[in-house]
């Protein structure tokens, strides 16, 4: 099978991306199958000869045992993927690795790198509202995916990292969380408590007081000495943090990244598709292409004579052959037009349609499978 | 018919709808709220995340923090939707502990943002603190709450308990004591869970439900198994058989067009049979099953068609599921 790299043509193909890309970010509404299309998308990469590591955020189970992820922090490490058929022979230069993200521990790891010692490090890392939040920290997750992306790809170890997303309502928040830390770090507020006073009591600025007054009178005494702790610790690492949240912005839209959004044919999930791609347009990200998963087979059509000869044959297992037979059509065939839908929005960019499989992807030659649709144009 | 007071959609005050992205719990919630009030019920269907296009799914307007009637039902209840956005929780909350002036003053500078920050959970814990003080009031008679999706059920379920780590005393703390009182009384609280009939939405709903019972202490109602295919059990034989045994001869291209169809339908049938059997006898829980629409975009009659579903007898757990 021919496939063409000329990008204005929707070649149904991410045969260019697989092989020529540095970054590759898939996103798009929960349950349609995102992170197994990162995982194919990997296949396909390491398939072409390149060294590529796959980012998961809370894979399936199946499809964690089928990548070799237990669950659990150990998997946080890239972990080797093994019985890959073409890529495990002398010859061959392809390699592909997993990891499932894990946000505490990516803070974690960041907090180090970011201080100076590990005096500092402990610091922040044993307070208590760090320890409550780092994990659930509004738009951590989402951060933490891209910075960890940021993480492996300043590495040099890779020629690819693929990174899933935490399944989005509104997937716009993964990228506007560089932006969001950024906010919050110069959030006046926060400005006033990490200027170095040495206790609380010394705050003058009367918005600060009046947060401080307002997190005791709600929340008790404790919980106002670790949360001031918490942003002087913090105030350390802010330089870090501030450089590291523009470097991943400006990373995100240069041409070593591209974006792949995944749907179903679902309406809902296409809604969210749509606004997706729209805020991918409106923030100048590099975007490859669409993946539309899940969709149902169209069965082969009854001849009009065929369809005259079974209208009158009552109740029966015939009958149940019939009726199942133009119900699946039906939902084929309404399916089709919600992704003509898709496809008009994605213009000049790839679509590569997904069938509905009987079976979840469990191992590795079920992801060779996809990998092969993904990147053989169709 | 039941008795409609002693029906299940009616043995709680306030129902949790939740489910991992991806299967319909908004749905079901909402149909869940149509069927309650089919039977008489006044319910007020709350939003968390004000996910577009609830409120006309239930026949009214576009849903807001404002409560409002969605639907009435002659002869019968009616449907009221809302949301509640977490910094109008906080603005009541703070009405409510009548801290007024100044510390009102103080939230709105410092903002919900950095409070909930320094306060992990606080969001969430306020959305249900909220949702408490609506059915301590009799609010409504009963009130169905369309959860956070995916990953985020769990722990908007959690931050009740979660936070009492974190915060040692205040009103906070006594919000969060008063909420997961709340959570633990079958009789104030339950959850729905949704899931389909496949297996890696089944093996999710089962960490989920373990997740509930044991974590937050929440009592499940009937799960709800969403988008099953009817049974066809002619689908068991080939359209060749099922022809000889309506005594129907068919063609050969007929023969080749129903095939085409037959073969996804036996696998996907199967394989629901073996994902029901799988929750019900792993859970231990009675089961309600609703049809897959052949349709990927909902109307009120297809909402109206899944109410139906949800009031016909369970189906309970194979014999030899555990206790």
Redesign the interface.
């Known amino acids: 099978m021919t496939t063409t790299e000329n990008s204005s043509a929707p070649a149904g193909s991410f045969v260019s991306e697989v092989s020529s890309a540095s970054l590759i970010v898939t996103c798009g509404?929960?349950?349609?199958g995102k992170t197994t299309t990162a995982a194919a998308l990997g296949v396909a990469a390491a398939r072409a000869g390149r060294r590529v590591v796959v980012v998961t955020v809370?894979p399936?189970?199946?499809l964690a045992d089928a990548l070799g992820l237990d669950a659990g922090a150990a998997s946080d490490a890239p972990h080797r993927v093994t019985g890959l058929p073409g890529i495990d022979t002398d010859e061959a230069t392809g390699e592909l690795w997993a990891l499932m993200l894990d946000a505490a521990s990516t803070f974690d790891r960041l907090v180090h790198e970011q201080t100076a010692n590990q005096k500092q490090a402990e610091a922040i890392l044993e307070n208590?509202?760090y320890r409550?939040?780092s994990g659930?920290?509004?738009g951590a997750q989402e951060y933490m995916a891209i910075e960890r992306l940021h993480q492996l790809y300043t590495s040099g170890e890779w020629d690819l990292v693929i990174v899933d997303t935490?399944?989005?309502?509104h997937a716009i928040d993964l990228l506007e969380a560089p932006d969001r830390l950024i906010g919050?770090l110069s959030?006046p507020?926060?400005r006033t408590l990490t200027v170095g006073q040495r206790a609380f009591a010394k705050v003058t600025n009367?918005?600060?007081s009046?947060?401080l007054?307002?997190?005791?009178?709600?929340?008790?005494?404790?919980?106002v000495e670790?949360?001031v702790e918490?942003f002087r610790s913090l105030a350390n690492i802010e330089p870090g943090l501030r450089k590291r949240a523009g470097e991943v912005s400006v990373l995100l839209r240069s041409d070593a990244a591209t974006f792949v959004v995944v749907s179903?044919?679902?309406?809902?999930?296409?809604?969210e598709a749509e606004h997706l791609i729209g805020a991918l347009r409106d923030g100048d990200f590099p975007f490859a292409g669409v993946v539309i998963n899940l969709i149902?087979?169209m069965?082969?059509?009854?001849?009009p004579?065929?369809r005259a000869?079974?209208a009158d044959?009552?109740e029966?297992?015939?009958?149940?052959?019939?009726?199942?037979?133009d119900?699946?059509?039906?939902?084929a065939v309404?399916?089709r037009e919600?992704l003509a839908v898709l496809a008009d929005l994605a213009e000049d960019v790839s679509v590569v349609e997904l069938p509905l499989l009987?079976?979840?992807v469990h191992d590795v030659a079920g992801l060779v499978g996809l990998a092969d649709q993904l990147v053989g144009g169709n | 018919m039941t008795d409609p007071a002693e029906h299940w959609l009616r043995s709680t005050r306030v129902a949790v709808v939740v489910g991992?992205?991806?299967?319909g719990s908004s749905t079901v919630a909402a149909a869940y709220a149509l069927a309650a009030a089919r039977e008489g019920a006044d319910v007020l269907f709350v939003a968390v995340?004000g996910?577009p296009?609830m409120g006309p799914l239930l026949g009214g307007r576009e849903l807001d923090q404002n409560d409002r009637i969605l639907r009435r039902i002659k002869g019968a209840g009616q449907v009221r939707g809302r949301t509640i956005p977490a910094d109008q929780a906080f603005g009541d909350y703070l009405e409510l502990r009548g801290?007024g002036g100044?510390?009102r003053?103080?939230?709105s500078?410092?903002?919900l943002?950095?409070?909930?920050?320094?306060?992990?959970?606080?969001?969430h814990l306020l959305v249900l603190g909220k949702i408490k003080e609506l059915e301590r009031d009799r609010a409504a008679d009963l009130i169905i709450v369309d959860a956070p999706?995916?990953?985020h059920a769990a722990?908007f379920l959690r931050s009740a308990s979660?936070l009492s780590?974190?915060?040692?005393?205040?009103?906070?703390?006594d919000q969060a004591v008063e909420v997961d009182a709340m959570l633990r009384d079958p009789a104030r609280c339950q959850a729905m869970i949704v899931t389909l009939p496949?297996?890696?939405?089944v093996?999710?709903a089962i960490e989920l439900a373990n997740e509930l019972r044991g974590d937050v202490g929440l009592a499940l109602m009937p799960l709800v198994i969403n988008a099953c295919w009817?049974e066809?059990?002619?689908?068991t034989?080939t359209?060749a058989?099922?022809?000889r045994?309506?005594k129907?001869t068919?063609?050969a291209?007929?023969k080749?067009?129903?095939a085409?169809?037959?073969v996804?339908?036996r696998?996907?049938l199967e394989?629901q049979h073996q994902q029901i059997d799988r929750i019900g006898s792993t859970l231990g829980l009675p089961m309600v099953t609703l049809p897959r629409l052949?349709?990927?975009?909902?109307t009120l009659h297809h909402l109206g068609v899944l109410a139906d579903a949800l009031v016909v007898p369970l189906v309970e757990p194979n014999a030899e599921a555990s206790t």
Not at chain 1, 29 to 32: F, I, K, Q
Not at chain 1, 264 to 271: L, W
Request: net charge negative; proline share 13%; hydrophobic share 40%.
């Open positions: 509404p929960g349950g349609v809370d399936a189970r199946r208590p509202v409550a939040i659930s920290l509004s935490p399944p989005s309502r919050f959030h507020v926060y009367a918005a600060a009046m947060f007054w307002a997190v005791r009178r709600l929340a008790g005494p404790q919980i670790d949360t918490f179903s044919p679902r309406a809902e999930a296409i809604g149902h087979p069965p082969d059509p009854l001849t004579a065929d000869a079974l044959i009552g029966g297992p015939l009958a149940d052959h019939l009726s199942w037979h119900e699946l059509t039906d939902l309404s399916e919600e009987a079976v979840d | 991992k992205g991806g299967v995340d996910r296009g801290v100044m510390l003053r103080a939230a500078a410092a903002s943002p950095m409070i909930a920050a320094a306060t992990p959970g606080l969001e999706p995916a990953g722990p979660g780590d974190v915060v040692q005393s205040g009103p906070v703390r496949e297996e890696t939405p093996t999710e009817p066809r059990p002619g689908l034989k359209p058989m099922a022809a045994s309506q129907v068919l063609s291209s007929a080749a067009s129903l085409s169809s037959s996804f339908g696998q996907r394989r052949p349709t990927p975009r909902l």
